[in-house]
């Protein structure tokens, strides 16, 4: 096999791996905990939490696979690349969403447990300001999820 179909190759599986996984935990899995375990919304949380979390570490790994990949590949050409430009996009909700938006949610939580007498956020008076940080997750997911299925109609440009 020749390098540049080994590249090609690689990049195929990131983009199912990375895509993938962020319909399959997002729209699949995380839906399901909170269905399979409605008595204990904070378990099924904190399950959500660390697949988000792992999903964010892949994407990290994956989208910068990608983009180191499509520079080689097509050196400056590559800024004038549609392709190029969403994985970035993707690449950046990513890391917003990783060292940004979960970060807060969790000081959300955390800042809840220590001042309520209840662990679970959404019986807090910190309950409005984790809604609106989960809703600009979720929208921010959302865009990620939907530029995903725009890679993968376009992967073959990789």
């Not at 679970?120 to 409005?128: A, G, K, Q, W, Y």
Request: hydrophobic share 60%; charged share 10%.
């Amino acid at each position: 096999m020749s390098a540049v179909r080994l590249t090609q190759l690689v990049s195929a599986w990131a983009v199912a791996l990375w895509v993938g996984g962020l319909w399959a935990v997002g729209y699949l899995v995380a839906p399901l905990l909170f269905h399979a375990l409605p008595d204990d919304r904070l378990l099924a949380g904190l399950l959500a939490g660390k697949m988000f979390a792992a999903m964010g570490m892949v994407g990290m790994v994956c989208g910068g696979w990608l983009l180191v990949n499509r520079l080689q590949v097509a050196g400056g050409q590559a800024f004038k690349q549609a392709v190029f430009w969403m994985v970035l996009l993707m690449w950046l909700l990513t890391l917003a969403q990783y060292f940004g938006i979960q970060p807060l949610l969790a000081e959300i939580k955390a800042e809840a447990a220590l001042q309520a007498a209840s662990k679970d956020v959404m019986e807090s008076l910190f309950r409005d300001r984790f809604a609106t940080w989960h809703g600009v997750s979720s929208v921010v997911y959302l865009i990620e999820s939907l530029l995903g299925l725009v890679l993968i109609a376009k992967s073959r440009q990789l």
